[in-house]
């Protein structure tokens, strides 16, 4: 069973940038596709980046130019550059693998002036 640890949150002032780290326990990451969710105050966890084993990335279209997913399968670890950030994209960010059933603590990203 794979691991993961997610890093990199904090608070930025409106416009800033983040880039959070996911990090796998194991090398079968290079196996799975890597997934980014979020989840905000009060609402339900949701689909934000998906960065599939060949390096194809998908986004919400929301967050599209904004965000970048990529991965480093050399250091199992998966990364989610955040750009132009707004109050809105504060929440908990959680990576995990497609149908992983345990989740991490996350890291809180906090967007405010």
């Known amino acids: 069973q794979v691991q993961l640890v997610e890093s990199g949150g904090g608070l930025v002032q409106p416009g800033g940038s983040l880039r959070l780290s996911c990090a796998a326990s194991?090398?079968?990451?290079?196996?799975?596709?890597m997934i980014w969710y979020r989840q905000a105050p009060g609402k339900e966890r949701e689909w934000v980046a998906t960065?599939?084993?060949?390096?194809?990335?998908t986004y919400a279209d929301s967050l599209k130019g904004r965000f970048t997913i990529s991965r480093d399968n050399a250091k199992n670890t998966a990364y989610l550059q955040m750009n132009s950030l707004k109050t809105e994209d504060t929440g908990v960010y959680y990576c995990?693998?497609?149908?992983?059933?345990?989740w991490g603590q996350g890291t809180q990203v906090t967007v405010s002036s």
């Open positions: 995990n693998i497609p149908g992983g059933k345990s």
């Open positions: 194991s090398s079968i990451f290079r196996r799975y596709a």
């Open positions: 960065v599939w084993p060949t390096g194809t990335t």
